[in-house]
């Protein structure tokens, strides 16, 4: 896995059309069943493929890579390339299972849109006792911030350091809270979807915007939490 990751990190991920020999050239002698499919499956086969368009790669890529933990210099390789390629990128790290938090925050930070950790999450990844240690930590790299805290709503930071609570959307009617996060961030997506905010405009939202995006996560999050079966009810609407 190591030396895939080399490989790909040598790359020049910002070409339309990949010609892949890094496999070869490194491991060809070594495992040349490896190579074959790094360089001519991988890339020649899989990544040029005209049918998928290389925006649509590069998220499938992001994505593949985040869900199976790999967060080494390759993702920020991966998460250029995305940028560069028009993707607006979202960021919830997640609960890191073995607890080791080994995403190098001050790397990958600078090349996400929107970061939307919840507090424990981003106490842990920048080893703070105290959400407000996490925040200073963190300020330097970000673009905006979305910090999601339970019922007490959420905590806006943007890029200057201005900070701002926004309130919460609260339910009576929770059936099933665990997938609530992922919610909220489905929610702000689509709040953004339906308010055609570009990637170019989210830099210059101001604070009643931020609030109409947030106002449409948690109301989308609380409808899914209403589900034993965490689906959004069809009937909702903002």
């Given at each position: 896995?190591?030396?895939?990751?080399?490989?790909?990190?040598?790359?020049?991920?910002?070409?339309k059309?990949?010609?892949q020999t890094?496999?070869?050239?490194?491991?060809?002698?070594?495992a040349?069943?490896?190579?074959?499919?790094n360089?001519?499956?991988?890339?020649?086969e899989?990544w040029?493929?005209?049918?998928?368009?290389?925006?649509?790669?590069c998220i499938?890529?992001?994505?593949?890579?985040?869900?199976?933990?790999i967060?080494?210099?390759?993702?920020?390789?991966h998460?250029?390339?995305a940028?560069?390629?028009g993707?607006?990128?979202?960021?919830?790290?997640q609960?890191?299972?073995?607890?080791?938090?080994?995403?190098?925050?001050?790397?990958?930070?600078p090349?996400?849109?929107?970061?939307?950790?919840?507090?424990k999450?981003?106490?842990?990844?920048?080893?703070?006792?105290?959400?407000?240690?996490?925040i200073?930590?963190?300020t330097?790299?970000?673009?905006?911030?979305?910090?999601?805290?339970?019922?007490?709503?959420?905590?806006?930071?943007?890029?200057?350091?201005?900070?701002?609570?926004?309130?919460?959307?609260?339910?009576?009617?929770?059936?099933?809270?665990?997938?609530?996060?992922?919610?909220?961030?489905?929610?702000?997506?689509?709040g953004?979807?339906k308010?055609?905010?570009?990637?170019?405009?989210?830099?210059?939202?101001g604070?009643?915007?931020?609030g109409?995006l947030?106002?449409?996560?948690s109301?989308?999050?609380?409808s899914?939490?209403?589900?034993?079966?965490?689906?959004?009810?069809?009937?909702?609407?903002?």
């Open positions: 896995l190591n030396n895939n990751l080399n490989i790909l990190e040598r790359l020049n991920f910002m070409s059309k990949i010609v890094a496999g070869r050239n490194q491991l060809g002698e070594f040349p069943e490896f190579a074959h499919f360089d001519d499956v991988l890339f020649g899989n040029n493929n005209g049918d998928i368009d290389l925006k649509t790669r499938i890529t992001v994505v593949a890579l985040m869900s199976s933990g967060t080494d210099s390759s993702l920020t390789y998460l250029q390339n940028k560069a390629n993707v607006t990128v979202s960021l919830d790290t609960w890191d299972p073995a607890e080791k938090w080994e995403l190098d925050y001050t790397e990958v930070l090349l996400i849109d929107l970061f939307l950790p919840n507090e999450e981003l106490m842990c990844l920048t080893g703070s006792k105290t959400i407000e240690e996490g200073n930590k963190i330097p790299y970000i673009n905006n911030a979305v910090i999601k805290c339970g019922n007490q709503g959420s905590l806006l930071i943007k890029k200057d350091g201005t900070m701002s609570l926004l309130k919460p959307y609260l339910n009576t009617n929770v059936v099933d809270a665990i997938g609530a996060g992922d919610s909220f961030n489905a929610g702000f997506v689509y953004m979807l308010e055609g905010i570009l990637k170019e405009q989210v830099k210059g939202l604070l009643e915007d931020w109409r947030t106002a449409v996560a109301k989308f999050s609380s899914v939490c209403q589900s034993p079966f965490n689906y959004v009810d069809e009937d909702f609407e903002v």
